[in-house]
Nanobody, 110 residues
Framework: VQLLESGGSLVQPGGSLRLSCAAS????????MTWVRQAPGKGLEWVST????????FYADSVKGRFTISRDNVKNTLYLQMNSLKPEDTALYYC????WGQGTQVTVSS
């Protein structure tokens, strides 16, 4: 299993980012996929999950209405569109389904 997150960056409050997660080494369209995050000094926080078909999505209350999860089962890629970013969204973001990638850093600061 290999999961490679990308797209993290430093962004100002109110800005947007799109995270990507390239998956390989397993049958991507057999698994629901999830984004989690870990803020400095805190534990892992579930962010969002998408079902295999991509037509059912679930979000933590803290990101609902601002983040959108999606997937491309042809490209074996998971996405997280993040809008209206807040400083409290600063974290290392991981994708996976129990196995996780190395993460991509999102920092929201002016």
């Amino acid at each position: 299993v290999q999961l490679l997150e990308s797209g993290g960056s430093l962004v100002q409050p109110g800005g947007s980012l799109r995270l990507s997660c390239a998956a390989s080494g397993f049958t991507f369209d057999n698994y629901a996929m999830t984004w989690v995050r870990q803020a400095p000094g805190k534990g892992l926080e579930w962010v969002s999950t998408i079902n295999v078909a991509g037509n059912r999505t679930f979000y933590a209350d803290s990101v609902k209405g601002r983040f959108t999860i999606s997937r491309d089962n042809v490209k074996n890629t998971l996405y997280l569109q993040m809008n209206s970013l807040k400083p409290e969204d600063t974290a290392l973001y991981y994708c996976g389904f129990g196995s996780w990638g190395q993460g991509t850093q999102v920092t929201v600061s002016s």
